[in-house]
């Protein structure tokens, strides 16, 4: 069974920062494109920020010079550090590994993310 364990979301107050993580098995991590996605209480998911497998980025404009994902092949595991956090970032934060060529479609199970002073 594949596992992406997250780890990293907590309380932060408006300004701060954190970094999130999300591991997984090398046979899924060299073949999937990695993705951070959101989901707010009464708002749909919402992809955050995903990097390929050639290290291509692309980010939602509202986490714009904010967030940043990045990967780390030699311990199979996708960070997102976000910085300069707002209220409005406070959902619960999901990792993800798709590839359209192998068929995959693997979720964590979330982690939440809270910005309040």
């Known amino acids: 069974q594949v596992q992406l364990v997250e780890s990293g979301g907590g309380l932060v107050q408006p300004g701060g920062s954190l970094r999130l993580s999300c591991a997984t098995s090398?046979?899924?991590?060299?073949?999937?494109?990695m993705a951070w996605h959101r989901q707010a209480p009464g708002n749909q998911r919402e992809l955050v920020a995903r990097i390929t497998t050639g290290d291509s980025t692309n980010y939602v404009d509202s986490v714009k010079g904010r967030f940043t994902i990045s990967r780390d092949n030699a311990k199979n595991t996708v960070y997102l550090q976000m910085n300069s956090l707002k209220p409005e970032d406070t959902a619960v934060y999901y990792c993800?590994?798709?590839?359209?060529?192998?068929?995959?479609?693997?979720w964590g199970r979330g982690t939440q993310v809270t910005v309040s002073s």
């Open positions: 090398r046979s899924i991590f060299r073949i999937a494109d």
């Open positions: 993800n590994a798709a590839s359209t060529l192998f068929a995959l479609d693997y």
